[in-house]
Each structure stands twice: as C-alpha cells, then as structure tokens.
C-alpha cells in the first residue's frame, strides 16, 4: 500500500464509530493488565485535559509511553506512528482506531505534518514525541523543531510530560513488559505567542519546550525515587 494510501486508510478507521470504541477497550484491557502489572505514580493529570488545540509531547523512552499517556488522559489522543506498524493489519487497524498516523522517518513527510495540522484543526488533541524516536536515560537532548513549528501554525498550546521507568519496564528488543514503577509527570501548558513566528524565536521556543520537558521528567523520575 502506498504512503498516500496507508494515511487514508488509517484516517479512514479513525473516523468511523468503532474507532472511539477501539480507544475504549483498549483503555479498559490497559487498566485491567498493564496497570496491574506497573506500579504507575503520576501528577498533573489534570493538563492532558487541556481543551484542544493541544500538543500532548511526552519523552520517548518505551513502546509503553503512548498507551500510558493515553490512557492516563482519558480520552483518545491521536498520534505519529511510524508507518511500518501499520503494514502489520492486526496491529495497524488497532493503532489506527486508536487515531494514529502514519510517518515516514526517512522523509520530510509533508503528508504527516499536514494531517497533524489538520487534526489540531479540527479542534481534536495530539499526541507528538517531540524527541522523535526513542531516547535513553533522564535528559532530554536536541529536540527537533517540528512540534514546536505545528503548534505555531496551529495555536496550539503544547504540554510536556516526563515519564520515568518505563524503560526498565520495556526496553528496546523487550516483547512483555515486566513489573516496574513508573512515574508520570504532566506540566501547564505551554502557550504559543501570536501572530507569525520568524526562523530564530521557532528555535528558541523549541529551547524553552525542552527547558519544560527537562522539568517534567525530572519529576517524573523523583516520584520513584
């Protein structure tokens, strides 16, 4: 299936019915399993509420921080997934319902941002690591600018959220997780100035949303201590 063809397949599930039903069940199996298993301690739940447009942008340390922060917000947060998972039908029709979309890591990948842009648009919250792909250890390093670039097109306020121990409980190459704590830390939104947004200050911005993210995981990781 061809990139352009796998976006709208997947906007495509996201829009029917069943999509919201996906994200309900899987938020009620997620309760009943992971949460089990992980010994899960978070705080300012109540900013991956913040009403849309919104950027939830949390760090990437597992395959588990999406699911977690999804479910911890309590209502369905689409995503950038990157396009290979969708190849797998099982699996790209569930992240798909759940509102996921396709990216290609390899390109630019205008298709993405714009569909990105287009959800935030239609008044829906999203879900960006804004380190890209996963990361190890405390500190948040380079960001890239492309969350802090759709915000600004979009108005969209960004929040940052830091996550401690899922890498323990689900490194890269783990197929199961295992009993770990985790801690989940969301901060106050960060707000957009208004108007356009030179070159300079988008990186600056981008600066700050990496000064917040810091924060946020550096509590995250106190709440396991």
Same mark, same amino acid.
């Given at each position: 299936?061809?990139?352009?063809?796998?976006?709208?397949? !997947?906007?495509?599930?996201?829009?029917?019915?069943?999509? *919201?039903?996906?994200? &309900? /069940?899987?938020?009620?199996?997620?309760?009943?399993?992971?949460?089990?298993?992980?010994?899960?301690?978070?705080?300012?739940?109540?900013?991956?509420?913040?009403?849309?447009?919104?950027?939830?942008?949390?760090?990437?340390?597992?395959?588990?921080? &999406?699911?977690?922060?999804? /479910?911890?917000?309590?209502?369905?947060?689409?995503?950038?997934?990157? *396009? &290979?998972?969708?190849?797998?039908?099982?699996?790209?029709?569930?992240?798909?319902?759940?509102? !996921?979309?396709?990216?290609?890591?390899?390109?630019?990948?205008?298709?993405?941002?714009?569909?990105?842009?287009?959800?935030?648009?239609?008044?829906?919250?999203?879900?960006?690591?804004? *380190?890209?792909?996963?990361?190890?250890?405390?500190?948040?390093?380079?960001?890239?600018?492309?969350?802090?670039?759709?915000?600004?097109?979009?108005? !969209?306020?960004?929040?940052?959220?830091?996550?401690?121990?899922?890498?323990?409980?689900?490194?890269?190459? /783990?197929?199961?997780?295992?009993?770990?704590?985790?801690?989940?830390? /969301?901060?106050?939104?960060?707000?957009?100035?208004?108007?356009?947004?030179?070159?300079?200050?988008?990186?600056?911005?981008?600066?700050?949303?990496?000064?917040?993210?810091? *924060?946020?995981?550096?509590?995250?990781?106190?709440?396991?201590?």
């Amino acid at each position: 299936m061809a990139e352009n063809e796998l976006a709208d397949w !997947a906007a495509e599930i996201a829009a029917k019915p069943y999509g *919201e039903r996906i994200y &309900s /069940v899987t938020r009620i199996v997620t309760q009943q399993t992971l949460f089990r298993l992980l010994d899960i301690r978070a705080e300012g739940l109540e900013h991956l509420r913040t009403d849309p447009p919104v950027i939830v942008a949390p760090v990437h340390r597992s395959n588990l921080d &999406s699911l977690i922060v999804g /479910v911890l917000g309590r209502r369905r947060l689409p995503t950038l997934a990157k *396009e &290979s998972l969708f190849k797998i039908k099982p699996v790209g029709w569930w992240i798909a319902g759940l509102g !996921a979309i396709p990216l290609d890591r390899d390109a630019a990948d205008r298709e993405a941002t714009a569909a990105a842009r287009k959800i935030l648009d239609s008044g829906k919250p999203l879900m960006i690591f804004p *380190e890209g792909t996963r990361q190890s250890g405390q500190a948040i390093t380079e960001l890239f600018d492309g969350t802090t670039w759709i915000a600004a097109k979009t108005g !969209a306020s960004i929040v940052p959220v830091g996550i401690a121990g899922t890498e323990a409980a689900m490194p890269p190459g /783990v197929k199961f997780p295992r009993r770990a704590t985790v801690g989940v830390s /969301v901060g106050a939104p960060i707000v957009m100035p208004e108007g356009r947004i030179p070159r300079a200050k988008l990186t600056e911005l981008t600066a700050v949303v990496r000064e917040h993210l810091q *924060e946020a995981n550096d509590r995250a990781h106190r709440l396991i201590a």
